[in-house]
């Protein structure tokens, strides 16, 4: 077990030194924060509202990362396949799932290192008013979540993908789809039942009780399964790859 975690660690030390020598993830972690603080201050007007809440920062975070995370991951399998270093790195002493735990700890860091980045937005404004530290908290836990399963989602294309065009095409239509679903209930008159299933797959329906600072054992529980699934999906397109 130790061993097997040494491992991992060392392939997420070895891709975050990849990542971080080329200004893509720079790029990206600048983008997230101009967008984010662009959409708060200039498009929902924050001090306009006159109101001590950080509902309308976080609100925009599940499409932003429908973009983001999909840069990130896409060369992480296309990458290797592309330039034919996948075959190096399968006969190598890694187990599938120590691969694939390396490549999401990489790819999630970017993702963490983003959300630290902007806990200065709201630290700022905690003067300014009566804010609810437990619901910027639970709104920040929704984030990192949220983006792990985005990571997982971005992960598996760019495992199924042949190049990185397409792993971000394919991860960034299929997280605005998962993302988006539940507008049709509010935008349509459909069935309980089917408006039940349909919220149920969306990630922003599961992402808004965070967003209210309220934890739902039920929200949490479907991250982190939803995350799991994906993850262990992901291990048997490798073993596949390994032995095709």
Do not use: C
Not at 17 to 28: E, L
Not at 228 to 236: D, G, H, S
């Amino acid at each position: 077990m130790k061993g097997s975690i040494h491992r991992s660690l060392a392939l997420t030390r070895k891709e975050l030194f990849s990542t971080f020598n080329s200004p893509v993830a720079y790029g990206i972690i600048v983008f997230f924060l101009l967008f984010t603080s662009l959409w708060f201050f200039y498009v929902q007007r924050f001090f306009a509202m006159d109101t001590a809440s950080l509902r309308s920062y976080f609100s925009v975070f599940p499409i932003v990362f429908t973009i983001i995370i999909p840069a990130i991951t896409m060369k992480s399998w296309a990458e290797e396949r592309k330039t034919g270093t996948a075959e190096l790195l399968l006969t190598m002493p890694f187990s599938e799932w120590e691969l694939v735990i390396g490549k999401f700890l990489s790819s999630y860091t970017v993702i963490l290192i983003a959300l630290i980045l902007s806990l200065p937005i709201p630290i700022s404004l905690l003067p300014l008013g009566h804010f609810d530290g437990g619901a910027i908290v639970g709104e920040y836990l929704g984030a990192l979540l949220l983006a792990a399963v985005a990571t997982s989602a971005g992960l598996l294309f760019s495992a199924l993908s042949k190049n990185q065009v397409s792993a971000f095409l394919g991860s960034l239509i299929i997280l605005l789809i998962i993302t988006l679903i539940n507008q049709i209930t509010s935008t349509f008159d459909v069935p309980l039942s089917l408006a039940a299933l349909i919220n149920y797959v969306s990630l922003a329906f599961h992402f808004e009780s965070f967003s209210k600072g309220v934890i739902d054992t039920r929200d949490l529980a479907y991250f982190i399964l939803i995350t799991a699934l994906l993850l262990f999906i992901n291990t048997r397109v490798i073993l596949f790859r390994k032995w095709s």
